[in-house]
């Protein structure tokens, strides 16, 4: 149990801690929830469950507004494995204090290795002697044991308590036997009892020091990648306007219910899924889609929560009123969530490779020692001190200097070269992983494409040759419009549309009008032509056609009652996706194109960039499905993509790369970040992270080699040929070792 101070308890209430809550604290606001309990909003402890323990009132309001836990599904919560989780290792409760702890680990170490003896010896420098000095390195290195040391003891225990010794029990194993015999050393030398032997305060200083810089370098990368599904939950607005009766009532989303009618204004985000029973708009659903196309939505049509209504009033049109459908963890957004969070989840657990080596040099040390102590006496007749010596030398040297910096400074290193190449590395198992994924899959839209409704191609009809002039007209009646087509024309036409309309409106279903001098202009789409009677030449019909085939829209620009041509608007392909492909597929990796796209506009681009295996119409679910599909072929796969629709598929890859300009659930979801926005980029991070690794490989050759070879020479198996390794000795391969990993590391910079 422990105390915590909360603003909506009476003061200091007792609250539980479990595996959930480790740190105990509360959960309601302003303390970060840590976890998405139903109970927090009605007032309950779940029994099973000790998260919280208090008296306190939770206002459903309030805690609807500060978490929003309407859009987690608490139904299935008991299911939740948490097993899955493994702190064993590493206590992640206090990762943003081992950059506090390592920098007041090395203001004590730099005393500690100056008065030290035996590095005076090792560098003959000169070092001042007054009262009391040769005591400095003790006085520090027991403070420094107590407080540098203590994470390393407290989580080397929790490894050994599990049977899982690894690097963090190596650690506490070193530092153990360090103070335990610098301690005894120096009270001995203090009584003037004779006994032969050297302190290890330098030893104990430097070794935590060393590995509170690794483990900050590495913590700071891991704790980086864990919001995505906090991401999704912010994409549904707090309040929603509720219609009771003839008024308009703003309520909390976490209040509505199944049936409810909302109305959903210009400009604002729709709250829960549902269906249209009155109005009509476009709304921007690219947060969930990943598409840039908005979508007309009308009487009878479903909606999803989270997505934008981009009309805005002043054309007529616009406000829609929502029968409420699906609540909580029914809807769409909620179920992505559950996807990503399962993908996540059911990574495997696979340890890094220096900690599996740890571990082995655990117990190699562990049965080196103990051999130590007991053949010296059997086959020889050492003095005490001379056993306890080698004994403790053994368990020192066997201490992971070069094998606790192997990955951090090559992670250090390839996360500062990745960057300047524009790419952000979130999660290192991922990149790590990126080497040997046999399957690239894109996601089309923002990716290969721009994600961004470009004007395609400016058309005048047979007989006319005048489309600069056309594409005039069309941007001063659509600067008055806030559709995407309309500002897409507008972008376009730049500063050349600076003629001016008046008397803009709205014709539903067909498009737009307004007047420019004595001329009516009026836009729009198949409607517009219908309406009129027009009819296309041959040509024109097929150019039009053509257009479509390619997913792109058609607007059609008519002059009074004479047709102009037609402007065709649609997505732009980067200019660097055909040599990214190509790139790819020269690492020895297949390229394959999905989207939510229609299948015309799909296999255009496939066909373009030279994929042959393309998948169009993939909704959300059904894009983690495929990846799922591709994994059961055996094969391991890199998904590329910036949308909410790809988090799924991102989080079930092995590797999933963002586009920089893509949503944040997006990111938050994938391992890897292009934040150039390039697709070149995915290329450059394969190559990178083939050479990260086998700097890796590496330098924990290096680092376990220098153990392999100086464990043995410690315990004397080489003192029938009149070699003992001494602990000063042992002190320079050491460092000689850390500085071999250090140097092959900064390899990775050319």
């Not at 976490?254 to 009509?280: H, M, Q, T, W």
């Not at 737009?512 to 202009?521: F, P, Q, Y």
């Not at 796969?637 to 944040?664: C, K, R």
């Amino acid at each position: 149990m422990s105390d915590h101070v909360c603003k909506a308890h009476s003061p200091n209430p007792v609250m539980c801690v479990c595996d959930h809550n480790p740190g105990g604290e509360c959960h309601c606001p302003p303390n970060e929830c840590k976890c998405d309990q139903k109970h927090h909003l009605v007032n309950e402890i779940q029994q099973g469950h000790n998260c919280c323990a208090t008296g306190g009132s939770h206002d459903p309001v309030v805690a609807g507004s500060a978490h929003d836990h309407s859009m987690h599904d608490h139904s299935g919560h008991a299911g939740h494995d948490h097993s899955g989780h493994d702190h064993s290792g590493h206590d992640h409760s206090g990762h943003g204090d081992f950059k506090k702890q390592f920098w007041w680990s090395l203001v004590l170490t730099l005393p500690i290795m100056y008065f030290s003896m035996t590095v005076h010896q090792l560098l003959g420098y000169p070092m001042p002697v007054f009262f009391g000095s040769e005591y400095i390195p003790a006085v520090l290195g027991v403070i420094l044991f107590f407080t540098g040391g203590r994470v390393f003891l407290k989580t080397g225990w929790q490894e050994i308590k599990a049977r899982q010794p690894g690097m963090m029990a190596l650690i506490a194993m070193a530092i153990i036997v360090a103070f335990v015999y610098s301690s005894f050393i120096t009270i001995v030398q203090t009584l003037g009892i004779e006994w032969a032997g050297m302190d290890f305060w330098w030893e104990l200083a430097a070794l935590i020091s060393i590995m509170l810089l690794g483990h900050w370098i590495e913590m700071n990368s891991i704790m980086r990648a864990q919001n995505a599904v906090g991401e999704l939950a912010k994409l549904v607005p707090d309040t929603a306007d509720l219609i009771q009766g003839d008024e308009v009532k703003r309520v909390a989303t976490a209040l509505l219910k199944v049936g409810d009618l909302i109305l959903v204004r210009p400009g604002s985000a729709v709250a829960a899924d549902g269906e249209v029973v009155d109005g009509s708009s476009e709304l921007d659903e690219s947060m969930v889609t990943g598409e840039s196309r908005e979508v007309r939505k009308s009487v009878g049509d479903s909606v999803v929560a989270g997505t934008i209504n981009g009309s805005s009033a002043n054309l007529g049109e616009g406000t829609l009123t929502v029968r409420v459908t699906r609540v909580g963890g029914d809807t769409m957004i909620a179920g992505i969530m559950r996807l990503v969070a399962e993908a996540q989840s059911s990574k495997s657990k696979t340890q890094l490779l220096a900690d599996r080596a740890a571990s082995w040099l655990f117990y190699v040390a562990t049965i080196a020692a103990a051999l130590t102590a007991v053949l010296w006496p059997l086959l020889s007749d050492p003095t005490p001190d001379f056993v306890l010596e080698r004994v403790v030398t053994v368990l020192v040297i066997a201490c992971p200097h070069a094998l606790g910096l192997a990955i951090p400074l090559v992670t250090a290193i390839s996360s500062s070269k990745a960057a300047k190449n524009g790419l952000l590395i979130r999660d290192r198992k991922s990149f790590e992983a990126l080497r040997n994924v046999d399957v690239v899959v894109f996601d089309k839209t923002g990716t290969l494409t721009e994600g961004k409704r470009n004007v395609a191609g400016v058309y005048s009809i047979e007989g006319r040759n005048d489309s600069a002039e056309m594409l005039k007209l069309a941007a001063a009646v659509e600067q008055y419009s806030e559709h995407s087509l309309a500002r897409a024309i507008v972008a376009h036409a730049g500063e050349n549309g600076e003629l001016v309309a008046k008397d803009f409106r709205v014709i539903p279903g067909v498009g737009v009008t307004a007047r420019i001098g004595a001329d009516v202009i009026t836009i729009g789409g198949p409607a517009l032509l219908t309406s009129r009677n027009f009819s296309l030449s041959v040509n024109d019909l097929l150019k039009a056609n053509e257009e479509n085939a390619l997913g792109r829209t058609v607007v059609y620009v008519l002059k009074e009652s004479q047709l102009l041509g037609f402007i065709s608007v649609g997505d732009v392909i980067r200019e660097s996706a055909h040599l990214a492909v190509e790139q790819i597929k020269r690492l020895g990796k297949q390229v394959v194109l999905l989207s939510g796209d229609a299948q015309g506009v799909v296999d255009s681009v496939a066909k373009k960039l030279g994929i042959t295996e393309a998948y169009s119409e993939v909704l959300p679910h059904q894009k983690s499905e495929l990846v799922k599909r591709l994994q059961a072929d055996g094969k391991r796969v890199a998904m590329v993509g910036d949308g909410i629709n790809d988090a799924p598929a991102l989080a079930q890859a092995e590797v999933g790369l963002a586009i920089g300009s893509g949503t944040d659930v997006a990111i938050e979801s994938a391992g890897l970040l292009l934040v150039s926005n390039d697709p070149l980029g995915v290329a450059e991070a394969i190559k990178l992270s083939r050479r990260t690794y086998s700097k890796m490989i590496q330098n924990l050759i290096w680092g376990a080699g220098y153990n392999v070879v100086a464990i043995p020479l410690a315990a004397g198996a080489f003192a029938g040929l009149g070699f003992v390794l001494s602990p000063a000795l042992g002190a320079v391969l050491m460092s000689l070792s850390t500085i071999i990993v250090a140097a092959n590391a900064q390899l990775l910079r050319r």
